[in-house]
């Protein structure tokens, strides 16, 4: 079963004093909502958090998936990257998911999870927009999960993408989902109100 890696460590800076992640979508907050859809199609979900005291905490606990502190999340990214993937094993390929990503459905998960197997040569398998513009999910081979745990501060495994070449396959998504995260407050009003048009 292939391993779901969830990114949850972020500080949410541009919110003003909000959290992104415990903004509500469909009636739950959003970690809550990627956690279960994650849920749905692996039973191995890890969470990347930042140390307690901190909300997320209690929904990650309910939720039943394995909690994965990063003592270093304000250091960035990277941090969280390098602790997360540091928990895998022996697992051939893991499934790499922002928490931001609040149009992102578990059929998006399935289609890049199964191109694992209709693109069997590539290292890397990554959800893309329409016009192919690479985002999330992505799943790594196992044999890129070394240079992952090397990663610091803010680099979110750009140059490991890189390192992959031309075995990067992509997966086109509907729409802008793979890259539409919601960093500010005017971001989330904007996407309420597009979602109430459509």
Known sequence: MMPILILAAGSSSRMRGRD???????????????IAMAQSISHDVRVALPPAPHPRHAIA??????????????????ASLRTIFDTLRTEPYAMLLLAD???ISADDLRAVQNAVQDAPDALIWRGATADGQGGHPIVFHHSLFPAISKLSGDDGGRGVVQSAGTRVHLVPLQGNRARLDLDTPEDWAAWRAARQIT
Do not use: H, N
Not at 20 to 34: S, Y
């Open 20 to 34: 992104k992640l415990l903004e509500r979508v469909d009636g739950e907050p959003l970690l809550a909502r990627q």
């Open 101 to 103: 990503l609040p149009d």
């Open 61 to 78: 606990a309910k939720s039943g998936a394995r909690c994965v502190i990063v003592p270093d999340a304000d250091e960035g990214m990277g």
